[in-house]
């Protein structure tokens, strides 16, 4: 094997060096031996000549984290970040080399963005003019923004900031890119999110068309409704704006509105028109407390659109009809829709007191093993079946005198699986232990016996192999004898 060559330190040059020596130097950026030698004393290394390829790349891992705290440094010191960008956009720095969250989300727009020069000049132009760059959800809609170049009416080139708030700041770079007409405030806030429809409409909007004909409308909406939707307030959502509308343009007011807010009609507006027969009905009954808003719609949606569903037998559901299908508002009176959401609302309390659940039957199969000794006479079957009613939880917690009714509502919300384990032996049926299963996680996260007993090494067996075929994992914190 060839030795090492080396290299006395006096009298001696960077081209007398060996090769691999000579190119560290260039990656530590030194011409010099003097140089070199001072900068491992001040890094505390050693100054030898004869570096192997572990001590090498020590050295230039320094180098590294020097210069991305450099970097960091000035990210701290400048507010601007004009020096940051550009070693952003060059690559010399990347999303995993930066600490600072706002970089870090510039780094990763830039290596998920095409335009990346439109990018680099839009992110520069704006650091040189507003401090819009201080805040992460700026940096995220000017990405955003960035997108619908092609949309632009005026050149970046041509911002001057105007304000010294953000807000401010953000709103009026939105109408030098976009807006040829006035537009409402609330619509800034569609740039915050990723609806390439609501961006769709701000841009339609903005070139002054009317809101009654931006595409994907999800609603019809009248002149009228178009006029008070420009005028909601800032702090809404686009969907608000449209009930706000709805609502003022047939004479509700902002009360009704924010009591509307609270209900899943701000999200959804399928079977509008029939919705739109519930707004008017509170209109015309000022008198009603807008508290029950939020129940009355919450009845009204379970009676007429909400299927329920039918066991046809344990663990098998079938889907049926809503109650009401045909229900509508005409002949109501607040008195009558009270007392009917009242009714509704005893007889869900009384369901959740009877504790009267069933759940259809989880994704996890049941077991049924077979073990056949020498001794044919002793032959068992092991079954694990899961419990699917409250019922069968009563029954369970009352055999095995413990409290696992207590899990009904966990398991009719799908949380929580309970499961018995039964072994049949010369034709008796005998329960052995109680199994709960964290659905979300696929855990066993619980095993226990008659008063709690802890499971004995051959019942941990049975459910180990359950658990591995059924690839569920056993918390560590389950304990067996």
């Known amino acids: 094997m060839a030795q090492k060559r080396k290299v006395n330190p006096r009298n001696v040059d960077i081209d007398s060096l060996p090769s691999a020596m000579k190119r560290h130097f260039e ?15 001040k890094n505390e290394f050693s100054s030898g000549l004869n570096k192997d390829s572990h001590q090498r790349w020590n050295e230039l891992s320094k180098v590294s984290i020097q210069k991305i705290d450099g970097v960091m440094s000035d990210e701290k010191r400048s507010r601007n970040l004009k020096d940051v960008i550009p070693k952003i956009y060059n690559g010399e720095l990347t999303p995993d080399q930066l600490r600072n969250n706002i970089t870090k989300e510039i780094a990763q727009i830039f290596q998920n963005q095409n335009q990346t020069d439109l990018l680099l000049n839009l992110l520069l132009h704006i650091e040189e003019k507003s401090e819009l760059l201080d805040d992460i959800r700026f940096v995220t809609a000017i990405h955003t923004i960035s997108k619908y ?12 900031v105007k304000k010294h708030n953000r807000n401010r700041q953000f709103a009026d770079l939105l109408r030098h890119l976009f807006v040829a007409y006035d537009i409402p405030a ?10 390439s429809t609501h961006h769709e409409w701000y ?20 002149k009228k409704m178009a006029h008070h939707f420009l005028l909601a307030p800032k702090q809404y959502s686009v969907e608000e704006a449209i009930r706000w509308g709805q609502v003022q343009a047939l004479g509700g007011d902002k009360r009704l509105i924010d009591a509307i807010r609270e209900t899943h009609l701000i999200r959804d507006f399928s079977n509008d028109e029939f919705w739109l027969s519930v707004i008017r009905f509170f209109i015309g009954n000022p008198m009603l407390d807008v ?12 009676q007429k659109y909400t299927n329920r569903q039918i066991f046809i037998d344990r663990g098998v559901a079938e889907e049926i009809e809503p109650p009401q299908p045909n229900f509508t508002m005409k002949g109501r009176t607040p008195d009558t829709i009270l007392q009917q959401v009242n009714e509704w609302h005893r007889q869900l309390g009384r369901e959740t007191r009877g504790g009267n659940y069933q759940w259809t039957r989880s994704k996890i199969r049941e077991l049924n093993l077979i073990q ?6 002793s032959e068992r079957t092991w079954v694990i079946r899961e419990l699917l009613s409250s019922k069968e939880l009563i029954d369970e917690g009352r055999r095995m005198n413990h409290c696992v009714r207590s899990y009904g509502k966990s398991c009719h919300s799908g949380k929580t699986s309970i499961w018995t384990l039964e072994v049949t032996e010369k034709d008796k049926v005998r329960k052995v232990l109680t199994i709960e299963v964290m659905l979300a996680q696929m855990l066993i996260r619980q095993v ?13 067996n049975i459910i180990s192999q359950w658990a591995a075929r059924e690839d569920l994992k056993i918390a560590d914190y389950v304990r067996f004898v």
């Open 448 to 460: 226990r016996g008659k008063r709690n007993r802890l499971p004995t090494k051959s019942e941990k």
């Open 203 to 222: 841009i339609h909007i903005g070139s002054g068309q009317n809101i009654r004909s931006a595409p994907d409308m999800p609603v019809t909406i009248t």
């Open 27 to 41: 990656q530590l950026g030194l011409s010099t031996i003097d140089e070199y030698k001072n900068w491992c004393k």
């Open 372 to 377: 056949r000794p020498k001794d044919k006479e």
């Open 186 to 195: 609330f619509m800034d806030n569609v740039w915050f999110t990723d609806n």
């Open 149 to 160: 170049s092609n949309r632009w009416i005026r050149p970046i080139q041509t911002w001057k």
């Open 291 to 302: 508290s029950h808003v939020n129940p009355i719609v919450d009845y009204i949606q379970n």
